[in-house]
């Protein structure tokens, strides 16, 4: 029994009615005020869609369905509770992605038994697949260029399930009334999800063909989670290749980041690219994965997702200044942070950014980013010598109060991308245009969660109207 699919149903009729009675009574109250300025300023402050998973405030960052990160961490099972004391050291502790998902499409904590039984109903589709692609995905990866951008890699590999979708192929038959829209997006969704671990791993592997060839780096242990899945994948657990020669507790360290890294970035209001991006294709009746590929291709751009790996870069290119300097000057750390607040200064007068500072709502130190720094503070011996990661500590007590001073950008403090990709860097993932796929892999959650309930509500296609310039001249004489 599909007990996630169950526990929706039975959520349906008291949704639809919330949302008819919305629209009955009360479609003319008016939310907010469009102004010229946030028509041309990308929209930012107009509320304009309906998203249901996550809000986001300024002030306090992300929230699942009205809980923060820290009391998600509190109260949705984790590793711990669902498979016991599955290592001898202190890992298990963070939130399963499942759990998110469970959380994020009924509205409600899930119990250990419910949290695994979305754990076996992912793994179930991979075992009807035989821990395989389906043969035309694998068939198309295949054939892509080594060297293409991992993103566009992802994009294309979901696109190319669409040639799987139970959606589109009832559709098209005609078999499917409005009201049944919902049955096959979840199980598309579902399917998509299940699929991601064995794409980015696919992805993976090709980057490390010359070494490794090209059979996968890992396989599917299906009594596992999904993130386990993922680090498996990557080559990176036991059941894998084991590529970057980790120990034991480095393993079961990184699969501890994968679950937190992918648990919290499920989702981030509907607003932003890619989740706004999938929520638009989908209005089409796109299927899910044609409508979430458009999210990838919003999450590839270096503003959104792609931060990530420039962050990286962005930290090597520092530190190798850095030495110099030191190497120059005969300096010790000495003088470390006047440098580091003149290179800044100076990147900011060549009117670049600063990767992993600033976002668009936020008006705080991203709660996600302090997680991933909880993470690297929980285990000072492993990182008290990676100079990467004590620089991006460094930066985020510099950087904030330069912004400031610069003056230019909303939000001084960093965001997640600041922390997430070096984390990853450290145990051995240092093909920096990868870091995104990760993000995609988690992404997924959040925007098919939604597109489920749109098809639930009977969201319509979106359409909002556009102004030439005559007509804006005209409306401020
Ligand atoms: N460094 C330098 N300048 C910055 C800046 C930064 N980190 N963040 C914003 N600004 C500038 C921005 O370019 C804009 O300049 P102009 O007026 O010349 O156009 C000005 O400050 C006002 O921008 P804002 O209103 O504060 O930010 P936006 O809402 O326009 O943009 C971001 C938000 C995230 C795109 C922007 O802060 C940025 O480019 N940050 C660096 C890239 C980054 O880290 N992106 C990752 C975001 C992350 F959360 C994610 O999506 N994964």
């Known amino acids: 029994p599909n007990l996630l699919k169950q526990t929706l149903q039975n959520k349906i009729v008291s949704k639809q009615k919330e949302m008819k009675d919305l629209r009955q009574t009360h479609s003319n109250y008016k939310i907010g005020d469009i102004t010229i300025g946030s028509l041309l300023g990308g929209m930012r402050g107009n509320s304009l869609m309906y998203w249901d998973g996550t809000t986001l405030s300024p002030t306090e960052g992300i929230k699942f369905k009205g809980l923060t990160i820290e009391q998600c961490q509190d109260k949705l099972p984790n590793a711990k509770d669902v498979f016991g004391n599955i290592s001898n050291n ?6 399963l992605p499942e759990s998110m998902l469970w959380l994020l499409i009924t509205g409600e904590i899930p119990t250990r038994e419910q949290t695994l039984s979305v754990i076996n109903l992912l793994n179930n589709i991979l075992r009807q697949q035989n821990g395989e692609l389906p043969p035309v995905t694998e068939t198309i990866m295949n054939k892509l260029p080594a060297d293409m951008h991992p993103m566009t890699q992802l994009s294309i590999g979901i696109t190319s399930l669409s040639s799987q979708s139970k959606f589109s ?3 098209s038959q005609g078999k499917l009334g409005k009201s049944e829209y919902w049955s096959s997006t979840f199980d598309d969704s579902m399917k998509l999800i299940a699929n991601l671990p064995l794409l980015a791993g696919k ?4 980057l490390h063909q010359k070494k490794t060839g090209p059979q996968p780096l890992g396989s599917i242990n299906y009594e596992m989670d999904w993130a386990y899945n993922i680090s498996s994948m990557l080559g990176m657990t036991k059941d894998s290749q084991n590529i970057k020669g980790l120990t034991p507790k480095q393993q079961s360290d990184f699969v501890e980041l994968m679950r937190l890294y992918t648990g919290i970035h499920v989702d981030h209001e509907g607003g932003n690219v890619s989740a706004h991006s999938t929520h638009l294709v989908g209005s089409t009746l796109a299927d899910p994965f044609l409508s979430y590929s458009s999210g990838i291709n919003g999450l ?6 792609l931060a990530a790996q420039e962050v990286v870069r962005f930290l ?7 030495e110099k300097q030191q190497q120059k000057s005969n300096d010790a750390l000495g003088d470390t942070d006047a440098a580091i607040t ?4 100076r990147l900011l007068s060549n009117q670049q950014v600063i990767p992993g500072y600033g976002h668009a709502v936020l008006r705080i ?6 997680a991933m720094l909880n993470f690297v503070k929980q285990r000072p011996k492993e990182f008290q010598n990676d100079k990467h990661v004590n620089l991006m500590q460094n930066l985020s007590q510099i950087v904030p109060d330069i912004l400031i001073k610069h003056g230019k950008c909303k939000n001084p403090y960093p965001n ?3 922390a997430s990709g070096i984390l990853f860097y450290h145990y051995g993932i240092t093909e920096l245009m990868f870091f995104t796929v990760i993000f995609g892999c988690s992404r997924a959650i959040g925007p098919l969660t939604q597109l489920i309930w749109d098809r639930i509500l009977g969201l319509p296609i979106e359409r909002p109207k556009s102004i030439d310039m005559t007509t804006l001249k005209s409306m401020t004489k």
């Open 90 to 95: 202190n890992n298990g502790k963070f939130f």
């Open 169 to 171: 192929s009832l559709y």
């Open 203 to 206: 992805i993976y592997s090709r």
């Open 300 to 305: 590839a751009g270096p503003l959104h997702g």
């Open 316 to 322: 090597f290119n520092l530190q190798k200044k850095l």
């Open 342 to 345: 003149k290179e800044i200064w």
């Open 365 to 370: 130190f991203d709660p996600r980013f302090d």
């Open 416 to 418: 997640v991308d600041a």
